[in-house]
């Protein structure tokens, strides 16, 4: 962009040259929306793997309550509970 200045007494011209704006402002919009979508992304696996271990979980405990209704685990508490550990997420 160049703009022309022209004095009243004399004829000189004066240009004076501005740089543009746009490249830095688009860069920096990219940059944003790059760092936007790759929080998005690793939000949405984490949610992802953390929904899967609960469900591994739940699994897991109601197979021990089916067996423990069933009258397989005949050692009281201490038992079911050992066999409720085996559940825990590592």
């Known amino acids: ?10 004829v000189e011209k004066f240009e004076i040259t ?8 688009s860069s920096i919009l990219l940059i944003s929306v790059a760092i936007i979508f790759s929080v998005v992304l690793l939000m949405y696996v984490g949610i992802l793997f953390t929904d899967s271990s609960m469900k591994a979980y739940s699994t897991c405990r109601e197979k021990i309550v089916g067996y423990e209704q ?3 685990y005949t050692g009281g508490a201490e038992q079911f509970k050992l066999a ?3 559940c825990e997420p590592t």
């Open 1 to 10: 962009m160049s703009i022309l200045l022209h004095g009243s007494r004399s």
């Open 18 to 25: 501005t740089k543009h704006a746009e490249p830095k402002t």
């Open 70 to 72: 069933r009258g397989l």
């Open 84 to 86: 409720l550990s085996y």
